[in-house]
């Protein structure tokens, strides 16, 4: 993170106090990784619940570092005149502050994009188009939490003139912690689904956090959410400010078209773009170009960068490899995303068609009935032979063991079916590979 303020101006942001050191002594590179600490760095100490980067402060002294800031409870400052200290209540905080300050101070327009699945995507697809217009800075992986997001916010450079942020939740509050700092232009809602609802319970617990980002629009901003959603179809009566609509469904203000290309009607007017996308990214599209539009970009603009979007690895990733097609789904999964995945699966025409499915997680008290349910996308999607594994799909095998029109094979480990698996993978077939993250199912590719 490259800064360019004063000690002074720092310790102001941060609410901090400031022992030692020159006041206008300026602050350019913050660090919070003590092992790549070099001399002239100022140290971010974050504590955690499991945590104290105060332990390292010692090491990084030795390194060169100038400036150290951490939490001043319970921490005495060690007697050394090579580097300046700036205490704060906490450091997380001073960090968001210091992330939304440094935000307020540039010039760029920010669009942020919150949702159960699609973030990702839509985030991958905004920033490409964005990208034609101008210098456009964006969360690295998934840096979207309220750690992540101050730090992809303090990337903001001068010559940036967007930038396109991705803001995930596992709690209710965490939208309005990371949105606020974010101050965005434009908020985009991609869905509400099930997902985290070991932390959330229920839908309308999802609802109520996705839609905090609306509260927290710069002024002037423009709300874009799915109408197709039967949640975020309520933002068309409750929410009161600037808006835009997309979906399939008839009177949304950005309506995709049933056609093979990504299609689209805005204020009378149709585009046509000639490249195919899966329906639910026909609607990450849409999402994103409706961000676009209220970024004041053009078609011109949206249609090239869809064109040069590639999609990321982990998402439903296409890979032929030995003869056989691979969908390659393993960065994450819920309900939602896994019946769309099986939805692909189904449609396509090799033979046989092969899912390899592991837990879905943090779906808490709903685990049980969510994994029976993944049965029921198993055989409404004709596949012909499923490979289960994990603590949970045991309840999908319970109703797929006995049904005539698919062979399933369960354990608690890969490892256990995985030479039954190595030799139903014929050439021709189709085997779709999905599961939560904390799986590791990517390895099962490197397996075979």
């Known amino acids: 993170m490259k800064l360019n303020m004063t000690l002074r101006k720092i310790t102001e942001v941060m609410q901090g106090r400031c022992v030692g050191g020159n006041p206008e002594d300026k602050i350019v590179a913050l660090v919070t990784d003590s092992r790549v600490v070099s001399a002239g760095d100022t140290f971010l100490a974050l504590k955690g619940r499991n945590f104290d980067a105060r332990q390292f402060i010692p090491q990084v002294i030795e390194k060169g570092a100038r400036v150290i800031i951490a939490q001043e409870d319970g921490f005495k400052i060690p007697k050394t005149n090579q580097a300046a200290f700036v205490l704060v209540k906490d450091p997380l905080k001073a960090l968001q502050q210091l992330a939304k300050y440094h935000r307020l101070n540039s010039t760029l327009k920010v669009a942020a994009i919150t949702g159960s699945n699609g973030k990702s995507t839509t985030k991958q697809m905004l920033r490409a188009i964005c990208q034609t217009a101008g ?6 992986g ?20 967007f930038g396109v942020f991705e803001l995930g939740a596992s709690h209710p509050g965490d939208i309005e912690e990371t949105a606020q700092l974010a101050v965005p232009d434009v908020a985009v809602i991609t869905n509400v689904s099930a997902a985290h609802l070991e932390f959330f319970k229920d839908l309308e617990t999802v609802y109520q956090t996705k839609t905090e980002i609306a509260r927290c629009l710069n002024f002037g901003g423009t709300l874009v959410y799915n109408a197709d959603d039967s949640y975020l179809s309520r933002l068309k009566t409750e929410f009161k400010g600037k808006s835009i609509s997309f979906g399939f469904t008839p009177g949304a203000d950005l309506q995709i078209l049933e056609t093979e290309d990504f299609s689209f009607v805005y204020k009378g007017e149709a585009y046509v773009l000639q490249k195919t996308f899966e329906r639910h990214d026909k609607l990450n599209a849409a999402a994103a170009a409706a961000a676009a539009i209220s970024l004041g970009l053009y078609m011109d603009n949206i249609k090239q960068g869809l064109l040069q979007f590639t999609p990321m690895p982990m998402r439903l990733e296409r890979i032929e490899q030995k003869g056989i097609h691979f969908i390659l789904d393993c960065y994450n999964a819920n309900p939602a995303s896994m019946k769309n995945a099986l939805e692909i699966l189904g449609r396509e025409k090799t033979s046989p068609r092969i899912a390899v499915l592991g837990d879905m997680k943090e779906l808490g008290d709903t685990s049980k009935d969510y994994h029976r349910l993944i049965a029921r996308y198993v055989l409404d999607n004709h596949i012909d032979r499923v490979f289960l594994a994990g603590p949970h799909m045991r309840y999908a095998y319970e109703v797929l063991k006995t049904a005539p029109t698919v062979k399933a094979v369960y354990a608690t480990k890969v490892e256990s079916w995985l030479p039954t698996l190595k030799k139903e993978l014929t050439p021709g077939a189709c085997c779709l590979i999905k599961a939560s993250r904390s799986m590791n199912f990517e390895t099962i590719l490197k397996e075979i």
């Open 135 to 140: 210098e456009t800075v964006a969360n690295v």
């Open 142 to 161: 998934n840096f979207n939490n309220q750690f992540g997001v101050p730090f992809s916010l303090l990337e903001i450079q001068p010559k940036h003139r």
